[in-house]
């Protein structure tokens, strides 16, 4: 399966999107999926939001033919799908150990 991962500009460089090519929906899981676009955009897995038709990704262990699932009729993907495309966005983290004062 070709596996595109798009996003905004400003949160994956140059064109926006990540292609991962060959990969098994019923094998890999969400979060080695995020994992690899960890490796192509250097943006945390904690930082990652998948989606796909206006659902979350949110359950890192299940292969991605489990995980992407709706609740209409057909809203499935099956392994051998020729292609398909998720939606990314991040969530900046926070970071609590930042000076507050350093007068």
């Known amino acids: 399966t070709k596996l595109t991962i798009v996003a ?5 460089s140059g064109n926006g ?7 098994d929906l019923g094998v890999t899981t969400v979060g080695e999926l995020k994992g690899k676009i960890e490796l192509e955009s250097d943006i945390p897995i ?9 659902y979350r990704l949110d359950d ?3 292969p991605l033919t489990k995980a992407l699932v709706g609740v209409n009729e057909g809203e499935i993907v099956e392994a051998g799908t ?3 495309l998720i939606f990314m966005t991040e969530t900046p983290s ?7 004062d350093s007068t």
């Open 46 to 54: 904690t930082n990652q939001d998948l989606w796909w038709r206006g």
């Open 8 to 12: 905004p500009l400003t949160t994956i």
């Open 82 to 84: 020729p292609s398909l």
């Open 94 to 100: 926070c970071d609590n150990n930042e000076d507050k």
């Open 17 to 23: 999107q990540v292609d991962f090519d060959g990969l």
């Open 60 to 62: 890192d262990a299940l």
